[in-house]
Structures are given as C-alpha cells and as structure tokens.
C-alpha cells in the first residue's frame, strides 16, 4: 500500500529555535499534503494543505509566518515550526493524497515535537 | 462551517460487535471515511463511503445515509488490539480537505 515518510519521530528544541519536518510519500504522486496537529486524546486539528508547486492555505488562525509549509514536489513536502516555543509543542502529522478526490489520506508516523 | 459528533468512549467486551456513530455537517461532500488511531500512532485508513450502503473490509464495516448526514463504523468480533481511537472525517468541497471529528476511544475488554 502508501507509503507516507516522516521525519524525524521525535525532536526536543530549545525555545527560539526552528524545527524542519519532512514529509514524503514513497511510491506514489502526491499533489496535496496535509499538516495535522494533534494535542493529547484530542482530534487532529488541519493546519494547512500544501499543493505541489503552489503556496499552501493555511486554516483559520494558524500563523503562516510561524509554520512554513514547502512542497517542492510531488513527493516531498515540508513544515518547519519557526522561533519555536514551549505552547508549540504537539504531535505533528503529515497526511498524502493521490490525483483522485476519493483517494483515501495515508499518513506519515508523526513527529512529536517538545519545546524547552 | 463543518461539524461532525461522534461518541467520546465505547465500552466493549471481546468477541462482541460495536458500533460507533457518526453525524455531520458540512458544506459539499465528498464521503465519509474512517480512521483508526493507536496512542502515540499515526491515523490508519479503515474505510470510505462516497455514497450511500454498506462497505465491508473484513471485521470492519461503514455505512452511510447521506440523507441523514449520517455514517457508522461496525467492529465484528472484537479484538484486544482494536482498543483505540476512532476518528469519522469527511471531505468537504472539492474533496481536498479532509475535517476530522473528535474520535471515539474504544475499550475493549477480556
């Protein structure tokens, strides 16, 4: 089946600092990629979507200044968490879809991100 | 907007069916699909219904009635590994965005 990549699984920051997330779909096209963000027994809350070639769209009240979405091509694309900061820190999750809107989301493993 | 409710907790005993709920709201849809979530996992794909009926992929079945906005996951024969989250989620207009609910935690017990 799909194959989503994420990168790293695990990363602790010194407040102030940037953090690079990557996220690749190994074996197939992915023109769309989602960030998810997700607290603790909670839902995972869309952050943006990353078109191939484009510049994402961000959700409704999530800082495009502070998350930097890239998605350079049809199978990478990253997030990089800028000036990070302790209320920063939360489980990040990639998601990749194929050409068709009936695609189903395949994920990456997540990286769990801590700001000291 | 787009709003979806499901159940926050499922108690189940292994070996039973469950059944969890799924209603929502949105704005163009474009299916229902279902997520299963370990702690500390990513969100596997469990299922899709672009239109109304029943889908079935082994213990796991989804149906949909988009008449009622309505969808539910069924688990046959519960396992102790099916402890976990649920997530229902649609997408919306375009079918590029994909809105989850606040996920159903499934206990099951022995």
């Known amino acids: 089946g799909a194959v989503v990549s994420q990168h790293p699984s695990r990363v602790i920051c010194k407040s102030g600092t940037s953090v690079k997330i990557e996220c690749r779909s190994l074996?197939?096209?992915?023109?769309?990629m989602f960030w998810y963000r997700q607290f603790p027994k909670q839902s995972l809350m869309l952050m943006a979507t990353?078109?191939?070639?484009?510049?994402?769209?961000?959700e409704q009240g999530v800082e495009k200044d502070k998350f930097l979405i890239n998605h350079a091509s049809l199978t990478l694309s990253t997030l990089t968490v800028t000036s990070a900061h302790p209320e920063d820190s939360s489980f990040y999750i990639c998601?990749?879809?194929?050409?068709?809107?009936?695609?189903?989301?395949?994920f990456g493993n997540g990286t769990r991100l801590t700001v000291t | 907007g787009q709003s979806l409710e499901q159940p926050s907790e499922v108690t189940a005993v292994e070996g039973a069916i469950v059944q969890i709920n799924c209603t929502y709201q949105?704005?163009?849809?474009?299916?229902l699909s279902w997520y299963q979530q370990h702690d500390g996992g990513a969100p596997t794909f469990l299922s899709y219904?672009?239109?109304?009926g029943l889908e079935e992929t082994g213990r796991f079945s989804s149906f949909l009635s988009r008449s009622d906005s309505y969808g539910y996951l069924l688990l046959q024969e519960l396992q102790m590994k099916d402890s976990a989250s649920y997530f229902c989620?649609?997408?919306?207009?375009?079918?590029?965005?994909?809105?989850f609910g606040a996920g159903t935690r499934l206990f099951v017990k022995a």
């Open positions: 998601s990749a879809r194929g050409r068709s809107s009936n695609s189903p989301l395949h």
């Open positions: 074996d197939f096209q992915a023109t769309t």
């Open positions: 990353s078109n191939e070639g484009s510049k994402a769209t961000y």
């Open positions: 949105t704005s163009g849809f474009y299916g």
């Open positions: 219904n672009a239109l109304d």
């Open positions: 989620a649609v997408g919306n207009t375009g079918g590029f965005k994909t809105i």
